[in-house]
């Protein structure tokens, strides 16, 4: 077990990732009581909406309501999401916000069509002219995603050698537009990753690039995230996207697609259980997790938040062998 | 990867294990139905009810109308549970069944105290008479699992020591009762594992007992389920006991103590996209979880029965790209 790392960072996506594919209406103000909890958890990102066309997605309408609401907690980064100029300047000019860019390219075509209507030179084109505006905007870039990088419902499995190319572009990209990636994140974006995937996609960008440091987004769709994170360490990746509560993933839905991001305190929890330190407080995650159970109005994903710690139960057998 | 064994067995215990925890009365001829649907999928094993107490066990009275009523499918082993002389009479009364002993500790005194009402060396002497009783019959032994060997809601962590212990006791009941065992299995009872101490434990016992085959019996209260089955296969676990959807957890109640085996088809799933064979087929044990969701009637935990198999996302994109 010596190969897992000793520390990992777990950014918490939920307040973008979760409300978003909601249905009803979730208010303002209670969008910003979730991001609050949060800040008390020790976390130390938080993506807290998503600065896209109200149109698309309805419940981001608020985004500059949520960003000017909350308040900001002094070691935090608040971070968002943005998918074009448009949306950047709405973000910057909140002046709230952590404002870091990030290069995207997506493994599967038909997807990237589906989901923001491009092919895949166009959206070549179009992280170009992004990174120009955040030149501009003198906005810092040193992350870079690929969707999709495990497989595709459109397009089926996805090959190591079309991730690596991938890699190759965005480090291509980048250099280009005169910026350093320190990290790369590969999303499994419909979720067709499993332990025996996360190793070889993994281990195969880790040959190729050792020196860049890789971050995983995990759905759950098929019950696979906490296996495929823990795959993940055990390639040795130290930084994770999460979603408390497991939310973005409707359990009682039919899945068509995205859904669902492993959850964060459940990740904490085999973090913390197998001696790996995230710098999160289990129990107030906990908390946020019920929080944002009750905002939503219905049962969230998540396990740990229903079984509990075994933190406290460890207190209660101490407390009653002390007796 | 190449540690990871080429097939594995799951059993399926979704029908006694699920069943019994259920407020409602299921109604027999659903229970029958279930077991009758399991036969289909290619499982080899189904342990279908539980010879125990109705008094104790309401959703377990009917066990003998439940063995007298499913269609047996030539292949598959129809098995039960028993905790005593009565119970395993009752079963062998049936005559539908397979017949197969099974030694039991317990790595937890209180929780064995709670749970049987027995202290460590009382569930000695039972199983030493429980032998007697299987020889008696001419019932086959040759298996035997340790309860809580991951750790107890009431005791705390489990020792490795402690199940190093076990597992030596379990040898010499079974050489002293002029039987051997093939199998032991290891229970995470209350769901205190973690890919990490999955590791531990296996490593540990497999060192010292390198001829032993040991399987896993896994709970998912914490989440862990899937993750600590991939950490099982690793360490080169072949059999593991599983529960179709999920069953025997309601993720919308707190636990208080055991809950939710792993889910079946979310195992077959991971085993299936690892190229390890199960002999099971994944929409047919997808069909199985759906019809359990409808008898019990609320969601059950398993994932891919919602996310669906990538199986058929490939068939599509194949018949899309024939076009």
Redesign the interface.
Known sequence: ?SD?PSRVRILEEGPREGFQIEKGAIPTRRKIELIDSLSETGVEQIQITSFVSPKAVPNMADAVEVAKGFSRKPGVRYTALWLNDKGLERAIATERLDIRGSLSLTASETFLKRNQNRTHDENVAAVKSMLGTYKYHKVPVNRASIMAAF?C?????VSVTKVLDLVQQLLDLALEGGVTLELISLADTM??A????I??VVGAVRNRYPGLELSLHLH?????G??N???GLQMGVKTFDAAVAGLGGC?????SGA?GNV?TE?LV??CD???IETGINLEKMIESALLAEEIVGH?L????M???S?GR??QK??A?LAQ
């Open positions: 077990m897992l497989g419902n459109f397009e089926g499995d979720a067709w499993t332990p025996a995937s190793h070889k759950d769709t098929r019950g696979m906490i296996a994170a823990f795959a359990p009682f839905a039919s899945h859904s959850c459940d929890f085999m259980e197998m001696s049962p994903p998540g396990s740990v229903k079984g509990g075994l139960l460890r057998v101490k009653r």
